[in-house]
């Protein structure tokens, strides 16, 4: 292969890595979500242009505080593919995040998105962590933006002991979806081995039967 064929091939290949990076390209001027449908594609499919109403591209649960009532005093309401049939193919969806006071969004990410959050009340500490290791932390106010990179660890917290906080979250994907770490560790189905938490958080049998109870279920 010459010099120019390879230039060619690894040209086109790190298009195909950037494209591939984030949701498809929509080839059409709609696809509305068809969410009965047992085909599973990468998204929804479309359902008839005959079915499609505007309420297909409507979603009014974004506008009111959410209520927090767990322990970590965060509460996520989605504004995407599965709540908006119409963001189908479109690449785009929002969030709404409230806190209570003092409350957490612990360390999560977001594997199909990058995340820009808009405060829209109170004060928050935010931050990513690179793959180098390297945290990336800043207190932002209302009116104010912050960015976390596509599939980083990242968190955000209300500094404020008294008073709510909340934002609105932009991501670049129908559904980026959420891996909080903590619950991923400790309720995965089926489980992680305790022989694999154990060394890797370097404490006892005891110690990782512990923190799996803090997630269990509450029995009512």
């Given amino acids: 292969m010459d010099s120019r064929c390879f230039g060619f091939f690894f040209t086109l ?44 591209f409507f979603f009014a649960g974004i506008g009111k505080p959410a209520v927090v009532n767990n322990t970590v005093g965060s509460a996520v309401t989605g504004a995407n593919v599965e709540k908006i049939a119409g963001l189908n193919t479109l690449g785009v969806s929002l969030a709404r995040i409230d806190y209570a006071p003092g409350g957490l969004n612990p360390p999560h990410t977001h594997p199909r998105a990058t995340e820009v959050i808009f405060v829209l009340e109170g004060e928050l500490d935010v931050g990513f962590i690179t793959t180098a290791n390297k945290l990336f932390a800043k207190t932002v106010k209302k009116g104010e933006v912050f960015v976390f990179p596509r599939g980083l660890i990242h968190y955000q917290k209300n500094n404020d002991k008294a008073k709510p906080a909340s934002v609105i979250s932009a991501f670049n994907s129908q559904l980026p979806g959420t891996q909080s770490i903590a619950a991923t560790l400790f309720t995965a189905t089926p489980a992680i081995p305790d022989h694999v938490l154990t060394t890797t958080f370097q404490i006892g049998t005891k110690e990782i039967e512990k923190i799996k109870s803090k997630f269990a279920p509450k029995k009512v």
Avoid: H, M, W
């Avoid at 790190?14 to 390209?25: C, Q, R, T």
């Fill in 13 to 56: 290949l790190s298009l195909n890595v950037i494209v591939l990076a984030y949701d498809p390209d929509t080839l059409q001027d709609l696809c509305v979500a068809d969410r009965t449908s047992g085909i599973k594609v990468n998204g929804f499919t479309c359902k008839p242009e005959s079915n499609i109403t505007a309420s297909d």
